[in-house]
């Protein structure tokens, strides 16, 4: 399955197509945004994009929990690793959206916010494996960890918009904010092609990650 | 019930090792008193709104210290003997439970030395003890639990901050929120919605705090 080409090439063609659509294809003409709309393919796939790779990340810290396997731990750390870049690039796309629409790159705005908060748990998580040197040890404290913050993560992601609504009134009809402004001719480049496309680049990033770690600790241990 | 007993035996330990070794409880005392003085030195006696974010920002490092010691004083032959007698549940609720007991100690300790140095802006003094009391409860439990994770590192209380801060932070918001009303006269809609979903998220905590630690319990 890692080894196949199939999933590789597809997610090429999705990305090429995203691409192509992104620059060229029809967009609606939506005021303030006009045609900085298009990098919804980039920048909101990508957080959707950074999202699954928390929670697979998740999901193998939990089976590493259960079963003691130390490549759940391995796959793991690779996905959170992914998210955090993905997570990066999507902020930093944000920013750069937010400069021409919002005026300013940094406006605390709720998403940011917790985009921000995302990023800094899981940065705290690579500190936190750097600390440790024992390989079970770290593996166990890291995934409790893991699956620590993502669930106080959760709340943090609801929470923040409730509060921050009432402190920034001016924030809530800005068209930016939703994906329900976008039409279908987007919305069938967007879901087919763009999140399934950064997500397929992203596993590929990963399992190659993964294969070489796995090389690298096979010659160390042979 | 064999689990309350546990829990009770263990927490009195704790007790008791602290009124006999009172470096702990004086030490945070002290640190208590020595931050707010210095702060007071810097800032003078500021209107309300900044009083208020001062004072959770100090909550917030007191609580650091406070908890950091709660996992460094069990030397691994006495984690070994606890491991034998009671199970990692009753040990990890145990804990919970002094370390809010303690928090809370501080907080009104602190409250007071706040009072003294920095002015008294507050319009309603009892919603803000209350309020304080739910923080100091909010902040220990999810600490505690960040210094079960860091007592597995060794650098505690640097790494404790490192993994805490992001996530305490939307508890922070929500505290810094409702204590705010307790500077004017104004009345509050949705202040009792905002106290039941922090008593969630420590209901939260306390679960996966539950869950997990016997997970680190297994060395």
């Known amino acids: ?222 | 019930m064999k689990s309350l007993q546990h829990i009770t035996e263990l927490f009195k330990k704790d007790v008791l090792l602290e009124i006999r070794q009172q470096y702990t409880f004086y030490g945070i005392v002290l640190y208590v008193a020595s931050t707010i003085f210095v702060l007071y030195l810097a800032m003078g006696q500021p209107e309300a709104i900044v009083w208020n974010g001062l004072f959770w920002m100090i909550q917030l490092f007191i609580c650091i210290n406070a908890v950091a010691k709660s996992f460094l004083q069990e030397s691994r032959g006495r984690m070994l003997y606890f491991y034998s007698i009671a199970g990692p549940r009753d040990f990890i609720l145990s804990k919970l439970l002094f370390n809010s007991i303690l928090m809370v100690a501080m907080s009104l300790v602190s409250l007071i030395i706040f009072q003294l140095l920095l002015g008294n802006p507050l319009e309603n003094f009892l919603k803000f003890v209350g309020i304080v009391c739910l923080g100091g409860w909010s902040l220990s439990l999810v600490f505690t639990f960040l210094a079960a994770i860091a007592a597995r590192a060794q650098q505690n209380a640097a790494m404790m901050a490192i993994l805490g801060f992001p996530l305490i932070i939307p508890q922070i918001l929500l505290l810094m929120r409702i204590s705010n009303t307790a500077f004017a006269q104004v009345v509050q809609g949705g202040l009792w919605q905002i106290v039941l979903l922090l008593i969630g998220l420590d209901i939260l905590v306390i679960v996966l705090a539950v869950i997990l630690f016997p997970f680190l319990w297994k060395d």
């Open chain 1, 1 to 222: 399955m890692l080894r196949q080409s199939w999933w590789k090439i597809l997610s090429l063609v999705l990305l090429v197509i995203t691409f192509v659509a992104g620059f060229l294809g029809d967009v609606p003409a939506k005021p303030i945004l006009n045609e900085t709309i298009r990098n919804l393919y980039f920048h909101v796939s990508m957080w959707f994009a950074m999202m699954i790779f928390f929670i697979v990340s998740l999901v193998y810290s939990i089976k590493y929990l259960r079963t003691g396997n130390i490549l759940h731990d391995r796959y793991a750390l690779e996905y959170a690793q992914t998210g955090i870049v993905f997570g990066m690039l999507g902020l930093l796309t944000g920013m750069i959206w937010a400069n021409y629409t919002w005026g300013e790159p940094w406006s605390n705005d709720p998403k940011q916010l917790g985009a921000a908060i995302a990023l800094l748990i899981y940065f705290a998580y690579l500190v936190l494996r750097n600390s440790l040197t024992d390989e079970d040890r770290r593996a166990k404290t890291a995934a409790v960890y893991n699956v620590f913050a993502f669930f106080m993560l959760i709340p943090t992601i609801w929470i923040i918009p409730r509060l921050m609504d009432s402190l920034h009134p001016g924030g809530q009809g800005n068209p930016a904010f939703g994906t329900d402004d976008i039409d279908n001719r987007m919305r069938m480049i967007f879901w087919p092609a763009a999140v399934p496309g950064w997500t397929l680049l992203g596993v590929w990033m990963t399992t190659l990650r993964i294969r070489l770690r796995r090389l690298h600790d096979n010659k160390l241990n042979a």
